[in-house]
């Protein structure tokens, strides 16, 4: 088959988080992916992936 490479872009990733201190022995890390250009092609929405991670330390 023929690929239609029309609007065919790169695919970027940015992610950002911010690590926060509960306590001594529990850091909370929130934070957000945003993937532009899904699969190599501009036509696709962009992705936004918010996470949260927890830490804890004994």
């Not at 911010?18 to 957000?32: F, M």
């Not at 250009?37 to 918010?50: F, H, K, L, M, Q």
């Amino acid at each position: 088959g023929t690929v239609n490479t029309d609007n065919r872009g790169t695919t970027y990733h940015l992610e950002g988080l911010y690590k926060y201190k509960v306590s001594d022995n529990i850091l909370v890390t929130p934070g957000l992916l945003v993937i532009f250009n899904p699969e190599n092609d501009s036509r696709n929405d962009t992705i936004y992936v918010g996470t949260i991670r927890t830490t804890f330390s004994f």
